[in-house]
C-alpha cells in the first residue's frame, strides 16, 4: 500500500497539471496495484481510507478517459466504479466527482442512442426524483434527452456551453455529428439546393469552411460562385411490381377464408 500511494500522489499531481500521457502510465501501474491489493474490487474487510484512494484512482481513470476521447476506457472505470457507488455508499464518504462521472455516463447514453438505458439508469440514481432538477450534473443530461426528443437542435447545441463540466463538450460533439447527419438527410430530401450561408446555420458550424467540409464528405455539389451548395439527388428506383403473383397469393388467400367459414 505504501507504493500504492506513492504512485498515487503522482497520479494526483500529473491529474492536476494535465498531464494525460503521464496520467495514463500512472493508471496502468495503480490498476495493476489495485488488482494486487484486493481493491480494484474490494473483497475482505479493507480499510475506509484504502477504499476511498481506490475510489479516487478510479474516478481520476474515468475523467482521464474522456479527456483522452476513449470512450471504451472510460466504461470500464464507470462500471468499476459502481461497487463503490453502491457496495459502499454508506461507509465512504460523497465524493465530489460521482455525479460528474454519475451524468457523464448519461450523455454518453444519448450520444449512443441508449433512451432506454439511458432512463433505466437515471431511475436507478440514489436521488428522489424531485431532486433531479436542483442537481446541475444530472437535470443537464435530463434536459439534452428532452431537446432531443423535442428536436429541438438548437438548444442542445447551446448547451454545449452550459455545460456544467469540461468534459460534457466531447459527448455533445459528438452527439452533434450525429444530428448534423439527420439534418443534412433532411435538406437533401426537402432542397435542391442552398445558400452556403443558410447551410453554414442550419448545420451549427461555426464557419464556412467546416460547411465546405461536411459538404465534400456529403458528395455535395458547391458552387462557389454563387455561393451555393447543390445536393445530389439519388436516381428513383424502378420497382417492377409482381402482380401475377400478388393476385395468385389474394385468391388463395380469399379460397382459405371460405374454407374456414
Same mark, same amino acid.
Given at each position: ?23 495514463? !502510465? ?59 457507488? !453502491? ?32 432512463? !433505466? ?126 393476385? !395468385? ?13
Amino acid at each position: 500500500m505504501a507504493n500504492l500511494k506513492a504512485l498515487y500522489n503522482d497520479l494526483q499531481k500529473s491529474f492536476n497539471s494535465n498531464d494525460l500521457k503521464k496520467c495514463g !502510465t500512472l493508471l496502468s501501474q495503480l490498476k495493476i496495484g489495485l488488482i494486487e491489493a484486493g481493491l480494484l474490487i474490494p473483497q475482505g474487510d479493507p480499510s475506509l481510507d484504502d477504499l476511498i484512494v481506490a475510489r479516487d484512482i478510479l474516478e481520476i481513470g474515468a475523467i482521464w478517459s474522456i479527456r483522452t476521447r476513449d470512450v471504451p476506457s472510460f466504461d470500464r472505470y464507470f462500471s468499476q466504479l459502481q461497487t463503490f457507488y !453502491t457496495d459502499y455508499s454508506s461507509l465512504l464518504p460523497p465524493s465530489k466527482r460521482e455525479y460528474p462521472i454519475r451524468s457523464l455516463n448519461l450523455v454518453r447514453l444519448l450520444t449512443q442512442n441508449r433512451i432506454a438505458d439511458f432512463h !433505466t439508469t437515471l431511475e436507478s440514481l440514489p436521488l428522489p426524483a424531485d431532486a433531479i432538477a436542483d442537481n446541475p450534473y444530472i437535470s443537464h443530461p435530463v434536459n439534452l434527452e428532452r431537446w432531443l426528443m423535442e428536436g429541438s437542435y438548437s438548444k442542445v447545441w447551446n448547451a454545449r456551453e452550459e455545460a456544467p463540466v469540461e468534459e460534457y463538450k466531447f459527448f455533445v460533439d459528438s452527439l452533434m455529428g450525429t444530428i448534423r447527419n439527420e439534418i443534412a438527410s433532411c435538406e437533401e430530401a426537402a432542397y435542391e439546393n442552398l445558400p452556403l450561408k443558410d447551410a453554414t446555420t442550419l448545420l451549427f458550424f461555426n464557419n464556412q469552411s467546416e460547411a465546405l467540409t461536411f459538404a465534400k464528405q456529403r458528395g455535395w455539389q458547391v458552387d462557389l460562385s454563387n455561393s451555393t451548395i447543390v445536393f445530389a439527388k439519388k436516381g428513383e428506383e424502378n420497382m417492377e411490381i409482381p402482380k401475377e403473383k400478388l393476385i !395468385t397469393a389474394s385468391l388463395a388467400y380469399a379460397r382459405e377464408l371460405e374454407q374456414i367459414v
